[in-house]
């Protein structure tokens, strides 16, 4: 193995241990002799890659999203088929990244980090699509960003719940393509075209 593929491996060995700890223990719990320890490395290495806890911090959640955004695919013909396969994909990505995910959502961020952003962004876009495509007659131009975060919120619950083991996640994932119709249908979609784009999405 090449210097540059161990570093690469250190690297992400790094980034993951430290996703562990932010998600069990919180951000007061990490340390760079605690990674060393872990790790069987030295803490220079970890300065190396970081420069500092806080900057590990940061890399952990920005790694976290650049991941979560490389699994949602652009808006298409249908923008409801979108949102609720931008919906589903986020639910995926915590089942699979349940570390890394506990990291990016609850342990608490720093003052000056924006690494969701991207995210939050893509799903607005998709949500005023569905407004403007006539799908969401009930939902005002300007109220885009909050019916954005009402299926951010809707999709976060339903992730945090599994992942928790207050829900099973066969049931979580029900739970999601019920509720992303029902919201469909409140934001005003014809209930068949609801339920026809959810289902398109989530098959």
Known sequence: MSPRQRDAALRESLLATAAQVLAEEGGPALSTRRLARELGVSTTAVYTYFGSVEQLRREVRLEGFR?????????????????????AAFFRFGMAEPHLYRAMFV?????????????????????????GAGRFPG???EQAEMGAAQVWSTQHGLATM?????????????????????????YGDA?????????????
């Open 67 to 87: 991941r979560l955004e490389a699994t949602l695919d652009p808006p298409g013909k249908d923008p409801v088929a979108a949102l609720a396969g931008a919906a």
């Open 107 to 131: 342990d608490r961020p720093l003052d000056d980090d924006r690494a969701g952003e991207a995210c939050f962004l893509l799903l607005r876009k998709i949500f005023a699509e569905a407004v």
């Open 139 to 141: 939902v005002p131009a």
């Open 162 to 186: 599994v992942l928790s083991g207050a829900l099973p996640e066969a049931a979580g994932r029900a739970t999601l393509a019920d509720l992303l119709v029902r919201l469909a249908i409140g």
């Open 191 to 203: 209930p068949d075209q609801a339920a026809r784009s959810v289902s398109e999405a989530l098959k």
